[in-house]
């Protein structure tokens, strides 16, 4: 019996937003409320910014291939407006170039899960209360079909 294997691999965009929806499910299981694609205060942009029930800010920077991850190299400036911040990567991403400090989540499109805790860094009162009233508006304007991507 001959038997071929069809190999099949998705592009770039793909693969993120099937990792980006599996991540998103993930939080969402884990009691936070999800937004992707969010511009912070310093112009980056968080592929998922979550709020959890105390109101903690979590980020979770997407990297679809080993060159999206070496190709940007800004994960840094996310920290500074999240209590948590993980990398969420697909099954077949090469982890262990990935550094050691955040955390890490694996997902597909169905869903994901944690390998490594992120570590917390509580913000600020005052930058808190900016972002989650920010957060806030922003996932008001989108719920009601605005087009906003921006924390203001």
Known sequence: MDVSVTVVSASRPETTATVTRGAARLLTALG????????????????LMALG??????????KSSLEDFRTDLKWHEYQPYCDAFAFAVGPEF???????????IVADGFGGAVLRE????????????ALT????????????????????
């Open 94 to 104: 090469p982890r262990h170039i990935l550094p050691e400090e955040p955390g890490l």
């Open 133 to 152: 009233l920010a957060f806030g508006r922003l996932a008001a304007l989108r719920a009601a079909g605005v087009q906003a991507v921006d924390l203001e």
């Open 118 to 129: 992120a570590p917390v860094a509580a913000l600020a009162g005052a930058r808190r209360k």
């Open 32 to 47: 936070y409320a999800p937004l992707a694609e969010v511009t912070l205060p310093n112009g980056r942009r968080a592929d």
């Open 53 to 62: 029930r105390r109101g903690e800010i979590f980020i979770v920077e997407v």
